[in-house]
């Protein structure tokens, strides 16, 4: 859960930043171009994925996950020095993904592990820690960048990060030894209708939910708000996710995870679409 706070603290508080980029630090720049930063962090991280499990298969969970403490940390500082957009994308955006990946392959595999009856549980309550981390990430950055400023609040992240996630990294301990690959990639799984029904979802599931991470703080600041009604926004926006996680997690257990995905789904767009539709 620790190690989820940071990894998907920084994505899912990251409208703080947005609203603040766009509002104050570079207004002249369009938000299509700053939400590259916060859309590199979740791309770099999602997509070496495929290679950072790997790497933990073969050299451990410990090893790949302090990879990432050591490439976020500098990610982090690296950013704090940053005075234009592109470098930001780099920095904040490419290398933080680019560390969060290898944090988050070793991570994602642990609780399954050591469950097995309330396997969806255990899960719910460890990914939970990404909104828990969500949470206390928007109150802290906010409140750090109103009183010091915003390249301390990047570096004070940073040294959270090492600190905490080096600490948890000490505790993974794989139960399950991981299966001999004969190959990185499996291209094999790509002939499969479930394969590519799974990566539609996962899109269509992703598109909107960082597209509401990242503006609804700005959103907020465009309709009258304060910066720091775009921050409360964000807070209820995690603590909806804390609830719904665990819960579904228990539910899973109960009903099968299949069923309450596709539950989950239908139950979203039928509460999202009609309010989108009738937001001014």
């Known amino acids: 859960m620790m190690n989820f706070m940071f990894i998907f603290g920084a994505t899912n508080s ?3 930043f947005s609203t603040y980029y766009l509002n104050v630090r570079f207004p002249t720049t369009s938000a299509t171009t700053l939400s590259w930063i916060g859309s590199l962090i979740t791309t770099s991280m999602f997509c070496l994925n495929t ?10 969970y410990r090893f790949t996950a302090y ?25 904040q955006g490419v290398l933080f993904g680019v560390g969060a990946s290898f944090l988050l392959a070793p991570t994602n595999s642990l609780a399954a592990q050591w469950f097995d009856k309330y396997r969806g549980l255990a899960t719910g309550i460890s990914i939970a820690g990404s909104s828990i981390g969500g949470l206390w990430f928007t109150v802290a950055t906010q409140s750090i960048m109103d009183q010091i400023g915003p390249e301390w609040a990047l570096r ?3 040294i959270l990060t090492l600190v905490v996630t080096g600490t948890m990294n000490m505790f993974y301990f794989q139960r399950v030894p991981p299966k001999p690959r004969k190959r990185i990639i499996e291209l094999s799984v790509t002939k499969r209708l479930t394969f590519w029904l799974i990566a539609l979802e996962l899109f269509a599931a992703y598109a909107g939910y960082w597209a ?9 600041k465009q309709i009258g708000g304060t910066l720091q009604d775009g921050s409360h926004l964000l807070l209820v926006l995690n603590a909806g996710t804390v609830i719904g996680r665990v819960i579904t997690g228990y539910i899973a257990d109960k009903f099968g995870s299949i069923n309450t995905l596709a539950v989950s789904l239908i139950l979203t767009v039928a509460i999202e679409v009609p309010l989108w539709m009738t937001a001014k």
């Open 14 to 16: 990251y409208g703080v």
């Open 51 to 60: 290679f950072t499990g790997a790497l933990a298969d073969k050299k451990g």
């Open 67 to 91: 990879i990432g403490t050591v490439v976020c940390t500098i990610a982090y500082i690296l950013a704090s020095f940053s005075s234009k957009v592109w470098q930001l994308m780099l920095t």
């Open 156 to 158: 004070i992240l940073g």
């Open 212 to 220: 509401l991470v990242f503006y609804i703080g700005t959103t907020a």
